[in-house]
């Protein structure tokens, strides 16, 4: 089973079951983690293909997630998502912290998935 990881880190579950939804149609094997500080934990047991996480989360944010992830596993891509709105300051944090693709909430679930499909091949 050559199957890829996608970690989702997600606090809404309304987002986590599109993701869900949008990446086991497409065979992908889904984890899921509802707070930054979990998600932390988990990573190394997991070690992902794709991290796609929120940025506002509880426990530990996802800006905390992404330096996590480029420190100790700096070819992890990850993608961020944010609802609309959100500080432009942080959009350019994550940038600054190597995450490798952003995507606004609500989000397209086919170009979600396209983008996605660039970090798994």
Do not use: C, H, W
Not at 7 to 18: G, K, L, P, Q, R
Not at 30 to 52: F, T
Not at 62 to 69: A, C, D, H, K
């Amino acid at each position: 089973m050559n199957s890829k990881k996608i970690f989702i880190i997600e606090d809404d579950n309304m987002t986590i079951e599109i993701l869900k939804f949008i990446f086991t149609k497409e065979k992908y094997d889904v984890y899921v983690s509802k707070d930054g500080l979990d998600a932390i934990e988990k990573i190394p047991e997991i070690l992902p293909d794709l991290v796609v996480t929120d940025i506002l989360l509880p426990m530990k944010s996802g800006l905390e997630i992404i330096q996590f992830i480029k420190t100790n596993y700096p070819t992890m891509p990850v993608m961020a998502l944010s609802s609309l709105g959100e500080e432009e300051a942080t959009v350019a944090d994550a940038f600054n912290l190597g995450v490798d693709d952003f995507i606004a909430k609500p989000f397209n679930p086919k170009e979600l998935l396209l983008r996605a499909k660039r970090y798994l091949k």
